[in-house]
């Protein structure tokens, strides 16, 4: 790497010490035996942030030196660690790319850049270049995914440079920012109101967990002021709509600075996004690494015309999180992935059979909500909270709406070239799943299984699970046989099975 990577290596161990070293000083400052003066504490301070400076520049360079990587016969070859630690990835194998370029990152013109294969850990290799470094390793990656198959064997023959050939279909969206703004508003606002539950009962913890006199008095001066117990329910509202309107810019301003001015780059094999106020984030996976393509919609976004977007890819042999899938938010630019990742003709696919959820997704939905908010109910009735009644009343309300809406949406349809798994509560949510992403299918009895005939039908990917709950058992069978002979023959398609 560049010489430039051991400044952005430097600053990245300054940062990683700087909390320990700073907790060391502490410590030897009002932790002495012995007064010192100005001058002695000066020196102190001064012998630990050279002791400081010197680890962060040893460690920084140790990292520098002996993290070295080269492309060999279709592979890149990783050397890094002071024993020589070597990872070899083949090109072709490289399912995700990520980039990084924070303030350092662009005061450099460098990127950091990070590779994931369906077989390794996240971010197995992590490398710093300039721009030149960067666009021959993305000539040689394209290079080696225009190669036809045999020409991909490790022969020495392919570390010829060859003349890259034109991507065909290859374009780029350009998503507004004021459509960001709207997809991030357009979100469910029932998640804001669980990080505002969140902090009222952990005020309300620490109001517990004071002193018996801190409480006495304060119940002191509610009962002084019990006259105006009947503004308290208007005062708790508007103090709830304050408080959640502040989480709703927090969580606005957190889309905005993350999906900043997002690009996206798309060609027969890969999409490339880059998007980010003030660090740059890029990712380009392949077309494999897709494993479902999510489409959401909610009443807000249907007014606006907007939806969102998230492209939810394979995981690593280790890997437990979504933290890689892209989300986009605010522009319906479904068409577009969904032409990428299932062709053009999609939409004219027919549907084989299809199976409808019934009302045991009611009973599921609100399994919780009914039964807590009946007890709510009962204690604020006991001691004459009339006027908070309202609260838990609405709430069940709400969650009985959630209910229906979510017997209603629930459904699976078998198509002649996909799956498409819809659900959602207040949204409706569209899964779009290729036969041959599908790697188990399983049909699960309830308990109620024996008195209404309704199974439960679970399908999993690499990456994602659906359990479409409340089928009739009979649809039930005939969407799991059809689903695995499809699975099946699509695999035979691909020439991985024998």
């Known amino acids: 790497m560049s010489k430039s990577a051991f400044i952005i290596l430097l600053v990245k161990e300054l940062l990683s010490y700087a909390g320990p070293f700073l907790i060391w000083a502490i410590i030897k400052l009002f932790n002495s035996g012995r007064q010192r003066s100005l001058m002695e504490t000066m020196e102190m301070l001064l012998f630990l942030f050279i002791c400081y400076l010197v680890f962060s520049v040893v460690t920084a360079f140790i990292s520098y030196y002996y993290k070295k990587y080269y492309i060999k016969n279709g592979n890149l070859i990783f050397i890094y660690g002071f024993l020589k630690k070597e990872t070899v990835i083949p090109l072709q194998k490289i399912q995700s ?282 204690v604020l009735y006991y001691y004459e909270l009339y006027s908070w009644l309202v609260v838990p009343v609405v709430y069940m309300l709400i969650s009985l709406v959630k209910g229906i809406l979510a017997a209603y949406r629930s459904s699976i349809t078998l198509k002649e070239d996909y799956l498409e798994i819809n659900n959602g509560k207040l949204a409706d949510v569209r899964n779009y799943i290729k036969y041959t992403n599908v790697e188990f299918v399983s049909l699960k009895q309830t308990p109620f299984t024996p008195f209404f005939h309704r199974v439960n039908l679970i399908i999993s990917t690499n990456g994602t699970s659906f359990k479409v709950r409340s089928l009739k058992e009979a649809e039930a069978r005939d969407v799991y046989e059809l689903l695995i002979n499809n699975s099946v023959e699509q695999e035979k398609g691909n020439g991985n099975l024998k």
């Not at 350009?174 to 606002?189: M, R, T, V």
Request: aromatic share 12%; hydrophobic share 45%; charged share 20%.
């Open 97 to 378: 790319l990520r980039t990084r370029r924070g303030f350092m990152y662009r005061l450099l013109d460098m990127k950091g850049v990070s590779f994931d294969t369906l077989a390794s850990k996240a971010a197995e290799v992590e490398l710093i270049l300039d721009y030149k470094d960067w666009d021959a390793l993305i000539e040689r990656i394209e290079q080696q995914e225009q190669m036809p198959e045999e020409d991909k064997q490790p022969t020495e023959e392919n570390c010829v440079i060859r003349e890259a050939k034109p991507v065909a279909n290859k374009y780029t969206l350009k998503l507004s920012n004021l459509n960001l703004i709207k997809g991030a508003f357009c979100q469910n606002h029932f998640r804001g109101m669980i990080v505002l539950l969140g902090i009222l009962f952990t005020f309300y913890d620490k109001v517990l967990s004071a002193s018996d006199r801190i409480l006495n008095l304060f119940i002191d001066y509610v009962n002084e002021h019990a006259d105006y117990a009947s503004l308290s329910v208007t005062v708790f509202v508007i103090c709830i709509i304050v408080l959640y309107l502040v989480i709703m810019i927090l969580w606005i301003v957190n889309v905005f600075m993350q999906y900043f001015n997002m690009e996206v780059q798309i060609d027969k094999a890969q999409l490339s996004f880059e998007s980010g106020l003030f660090t740059r984030f890029s990712s380009r996976f392949s077309y494999d690494k897709v494993c479902t393509v999510y489409v959401k919609q909610n009443i807000i976004e249907k007014y606006l015309g907007c939806c969102t977007i998230m492209l939810k890819q394979a995981f690593n042999a280790t890997q437990k999180d979504n933290e890689s899938d892209v989300k986009i938010y605010g522009s319906n630019t479904s068409e577009h992935f969904l032409n990428w990742w299932l062709g053009k003709d999609y939409v004219s696919s027919q549907s084989i059979i299809s199976a409808k959820s019934g009302k045991g997704v009611i009973g599921y939905t609100v399994r919780f909500d009914i039964p807590v908010s009946l007890i709510v109910c009962i």
